[in-house]
Nanobody, 124 residues
Framework: QVQLVESGGGLVQAGGSLRLSCAAS????????MGWFRQAPEQERDIVAA????????YYEDSVKGRFTISRDNAKNMVYLQMNNLKPEDTAVYYC?????????????????WGQGTQVTVSS
């Protein structure tokens, strides 16, 4: 069982930065691939970034490449999403999720554990 708690969302102007954090419970955090998803109003929940259990392999959705960085600290059971050069279209609720596999995945169905979400609002 894994419990996830996100923090770090907020209101920021376009071009600004935010760092989302996700604290995970569980004894063997490094065995879980982690992902960040986002969901805008009336939109589906989509993958933003994912990272393998050991942290060496990462995936980014095309629209965030070069602006967002996913990282994890397995010693602290934490995963982060550094978001730079934010745009109004990044506005959404951001969710942290864990998948019981070592390699990253973009499939929402493979993530069995989800946080409650944190709102990110980017003003123009």
């Amino acid at each position: 069982q894994v419990q996830l708690v996100e923090s770090g969302g907020g209101l920021v102007q376009a071009g600004g930065s935010l760092r989302l954090s996700c604290a995970a419970s569980g004894r063997i955090f490094s065995t879980y691939a982690m992902g960040w998803f986002r969901q805008a109003p009336e939109q589906e929940r989509d993958i933003v970034a994912a990272i393998s259990g050991a942290g060496g392999i990462r995936y980014y959705e095309d629209s965030v490449k070069g602006r967002f960085t996913i990282s994890r600290d397995n010693a602290k059971n934490m995963v982060y999403l550094q978001m730079n050069n934010l745009k109004p279209e990044d506005t959404a609720v951001y969710y942290c999720a864990a998948a019981t596999r070592l390699s990253w995945t973009t499939s929402t169905n493979e993530y069995g554990y989800w946080g409650q979400g944190t709102q990110v609002t980017v003003s123009s």
